[in-house]
């Protein structure tokens, strides 16, 4: 099994920056690829960025593409997700999500192929 525990959100003004981090455990971390979901009040939770297991293959939504930057430390056990410009809309919970793959390049921005998911971390953006 692996667990995941995000941690870094807080509340921020609009252009403001944030930087999530996820530590995770029971599993070579090098064998996971990893991505950032959010849910935001009332809506269904949605993809934002997610990484390969080597780190050299990333993918973000359109919403989010050129304001946040996904990385990760192997050696470490982490994953970031740099926020910058952020928004009002940006308003979430930020969910840490990991699986093992056998292709360094793989990612995917697919909830239901993700298979353990952190708790959670706030991020509120005031206008």
């Known amino acids: 099994q692996v667990q995941l525990v995000e941690s870094g959100g807080g509340l921020v003004q609009a252009g403001g920056s944030l930087r999530l981090s996820c530590a995770a455990s029971?599993?070579?971390?090098?064998?996971?690829?990893m991505g950032w979901f959010r849910q935001a009040p009332g809506k269904e939770r949605e993809f934002v960025a997610a990484?390969?297991?080597?780190?050299?293959?990333?993918g973000y939504a359109d919403s989010v593409k050129g304001r946040f930057t996904i990385s990760r430390n192997n050696a470490k056990n982490t994953q970031s997700l740099q926020m910058n410009s952020l928004k009002p809309e940006d308003t979430a919970v930020y969910y840490c999500?990991?699986?093992?793959?056998?292709?360094?390049?793989?990612?995917?921005?697919?909830?239901?192929?993700?298979?353990?998911w952190g708790q959670g971390a706030q991020v509120t953006v005031s206008s």
């Open positions: 990484i390969s297991r080597s780190g050299a293959n990333t």
């Open positions: 999500a990991a699986r093992s793959s056998d292709t360094y390049s793989y990612l995917t921005g697919l909830q239901s192929q993700y298979d353990y």
């Open positions: 029971g599993r070579t971390f090098s064998s996971l690829a």
